[in-house]
């Protein structure tokens, strides 16, 4: 693009649902530096403020929109079809992730994008928070020697699980896509930028515990609303307790989350299902074993039953040790000595209103300079690298799906 006036990149929206709500609150706060010019949704296009609005994306790129970038935020698996037009019409992607959700789509997108020029960025928002980025900064740094293993978990919390991989929209892996590609894809992207390395072999193992028909209660019904109450009561996962009750932990989810519209959801759509009820299939709990060129081990526990939705780590180098508990983070040096200023723990406050430690914001941020930069060489690297962490997603489904045989990558 190569602009010297830095004018407001001009964007538009497909699917106006919680991702693309939270990308384009940045226009909002930012109205200099990001225009939303259209809105493609069936349902909630409106609660995106902008000048031209669509029932659906197909008709709205059939329009060509005077645009720069095209945020793809709809379901996963319309992911493929609609970042492939895109692409073809010359838009830029900020793309949420998963990329598609079956290897070979992923790939076709990818190789799109770099045989246009354009750039597509992945809604790998950790990358972009404070914290993740000070453990890149120290490690990069070399003060700790170099990466020997990482062990890491990704607690998803006992509400998510159960909202989201049981009951919701990431519930089946065919309809949706697999829960170590959904889930983790974030990890995955974390490991090979923090590494700056290839992986090269994965195991995994994996399975559903909890949310089987199997274990549904005697005398439980199929909806909660419809539950003898004594059953319901004692049950913690609920419908009426989780969006009733305590509904504020998921609020974010919905446009609207008034008691009426809440009741309604429990009433009426699948988030009202009896967990032992649900077309689920995708795993509760899976570990991954990694390998990476240069033989660093990468370990990852993904975890549905936990307390919060957070994610631990510890990472083991030859001369020091990084244990962060997904706020904070200690550092040590095995001789004792203090690190430099730069690398040394500091207030890993979130720096914009954001989600997701402040790196929704912070994306959007990149994807701007990215598209003022203009940098070919640069939009390509993005591009081609966040393609890497869908690769080790899908060696480690294939893994799990073949009783935890090694996937070796590329
Ligand atoms: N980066 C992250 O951390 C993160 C977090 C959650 C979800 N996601 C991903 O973001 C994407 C969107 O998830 P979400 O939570 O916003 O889902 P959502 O259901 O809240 O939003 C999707 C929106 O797409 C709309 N839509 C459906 N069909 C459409 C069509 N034909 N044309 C236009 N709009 C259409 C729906 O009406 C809905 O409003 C998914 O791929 C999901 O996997 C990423």
């Known amino acids: 693009m190569n602009d010297s006036d830095n004018r407001a990149i001009r964007a538009i929206v497909l699917g106006a649902g919680y991702r ?46 005077d645009a720069d970038v095209v945020f793809v935020t709809l379901p996963d698996a319309l992911h493929h079809e609609a970042a492939l037009a895109a692409l073809d019409k010359g838009y830029h992607l900020l793309l949420e992730k998963p990329i598609a959700t079956k290897e070979s789509e992923c790939r076709e997108i990818i190789e799109k994008a770099v045989s246009k020029g354009l750039l597509v960025i992945i809604g790998h928002v950790l990358r972009y928070t404070r914290y993740f980025a000070h453990i890149k900064a120290i490690v990069d740094s070399g003060e700790l020697g170099e990466v020997v293993s990482i062990a890491h978990q990704e607690s998803v919390g006992f509400f998510k699980i159960a909202h989201s991989h049981c009951r919701g929209n990431w519930s089946n892996s065919v309809k949706a896509s697999p829960i170590i590609l959904q889930k ?60 009733l009750d305590y509904g504020s932990q998921l609020g974010y989810m919905f446009a609207d989350t008034s008691r009426e519209a809440m009741e309604k959801v429990v009433r009426d759509t699948d988030y009202g299902r009896c967990v032992y009820a649900c077309d689920n299939d995708v795993p509760d709990h899976q570990t991954v074993n990694m390998e990476f060129e240069g033989g660093a081990t990468v370990s990852l526990v993904m975890a549905g039953y936990t307390e919060r939705n957070i994610r631990t780590t510890r990472i083991s180098c030859t001369n020091g040790e990084i244990v962060g508990d997904g706020e904070s983070l200690h550092i040590c040096r095995f001789d004792g000595s203090s690190l430099n200023a730069n690398c040394a723990p500091f207030s890993l406050r979130v720096d914009n209103p954001s989600r997701h430690g402040g790196g929704d914001f912070n994306l959007v941020v990149e994807l701007l300079r990215l598209l003022h930069a203009g940098d070919r060489d640069e939009m390509r690297r993005v591009t081609e690298e966040s393609l890497e962490s869908h690769l080790i997603a899908f060696a480690a489904e294939k893994s799990r799906l073949e009783g935890g045989r090694v996937v070796e990558l590329g």
């Open 20 to 65: 693309g709500r939270a990308y384009a609150a940045y226009a909002k706060e930012h109205p200099d530096q990001l225009e939303i010019v259209g809105v493609a949704d069936p349902e909630q296009a409106e609660t995106i403020p902008a000048p031209r609005y669509w029932g659906d994306w197909r008709e709205c790129l059939a329009s060509r929109p």
């Open 184 to 243: 983790c894809s974030h990890d995955f992207d974390l490991f090979v930028w923090w590494l700056g390395r290839k992986c090269r072999r994965v195991t995994s193992f994996g399975s559903i515990k909890v949310f089987r028909p199997e274990n549904k209660p005697a005398g439980a019904a199929d909806r909660c609303v419809q539950c003898p109450e004594e059953i319901e009561r004692s049950c913690i996962w609920s419908a009426k307790k989780m969006y």
